[in-house]
Nanobody, 126 residues
Framework: QVQLVESGGGLVQAGGSLRLSCAAS????????MGWFRQAPGKEREFVAA????????PYANSVKGRFTISRDNAKNTAYLQMNSLKPEDTAVYYC???????????????????WGQGTQVTVSS
């Protein structure tokens, strides 16, 4: 069992930045693909970004490409999401997730991920 704990959310003005962290328990973090998803009120949970075990592959949703950067530090069992040029439409609860059986293609769908954090609120004011 892996436990994921997100942190770093908060309230920020449009154009600002936040850095989310996802700390994972367990010794097998480096084996997992990691993903970030978000869910706004009344909407379905959507893919934001993902990273494979080595950090060499990092797909992004079109809506965040060029503004957000996903990274990981396997020595610290932590994944990150650097969010720049934030917009009000980025407001959501952000979740990190782990895929414990990664394949050749990093998944971008909710059902593909096995473990989830509790989420951290990001609010962007206009």
């Amino acid at each position: 069992q892996v436990q994921l704990v997100e942190s770093g959310g908060g309230l920020v003005q449009a154009g600002g930045s936040l850095r989310l962290s996802c700390a994972a328990s367990g010794r097998t973090f480096s084996n997992y693909d990691m993903g970030w998803f978000r869910q706004a009120p009344g909407k379905e949970r959507e893919f934001v970004a993902a990273i494979n075990w080595s950090g060499g592959s990092t797909p992004y949703a079109n809506s965040v490409k060029g503004r957000f950067t996903i990274s990981r530090d396997n020595a610290k069992n932590t994944a990150y999401l650097q969010m720049n040029s934030l917009k009000p439409e980025d407001t959501a609860v952000y979740y990190c997730a782990a895929d414990r059986f990664p394949g050749p293609i990093i998944p971008t769908t909710v059902p593909a991920y096995d473990y989830w954090g509790q989420g951290t609120q990001v609010t962007v004011s206009s």
